[in-house]
Nanobody, 127 residues
Framework: QRQLVESGGELVQPGGSLRLSCVPS????????IGWFRQAPGKEREGVSC????????NYADFVQGRFTISRDNEKNTAYLQMTSLRPEDTAVYYC????????????????????WGQGTQVTVSS
């Protein structure tokens, strides 16, 4: 069964940094765009960032404000989300998924445009 496995989430203090990883099971990432999403308790899932198949385009949600960097290493078959200057409002379960198009599909269409969702990794930002 094809799915993605996220890791790297943990408890971190405000202002801290984390790097999340996204590894596929049963397929390769290099044929897809890759998106990162998050879902906080009681809130809708929202898009955080996306990188195109070639890695030449990256999209970020407005709330990122230059704090996060998405990347991919096709040789390692892994995608990353480097997060800095973390805030309590960044607390959420973070998910990665692949997009149906080589360029990033719109975040708002995540239900039908992204797939192979994993179980997510918990990021908690608290002092």
């Amino acid at each position: 069964q094809r799915q993605l496995v996220e890791s790297g989430g943990e408890l971190v203090q405000p202002g801290g940094s984390l790097r999340l990883s996204c590894v596929p099971s049963g397929f390769r990432l290099d044929g897809y765009s890759i998106g990162w999403f998050r879902q906080a308790p009681g809130k809708e899932r929202e898009g955080v960032s996306c990188i195109s198949r070639r890695g030449d385009r990256q999209n970020y949600a407005d709330f990122v404000q230059g704090r996060f960097t998405i990347s991919r290493d096709n040789e390692k078959n892994t995608a990353y989300l480097q997060m800095t200057s973390l805030r309590p409002e960044d607390t959420a379960v973070y998910y990665c998924a692949v997009g149906v198009t080589q360029r990033c599909p719109p975040f708002k269409d995540w239900r039908r445009e992204y797939f192979y969702w994993g179980q997510g990794t918990q990021v908690t930002v608290s002092s």
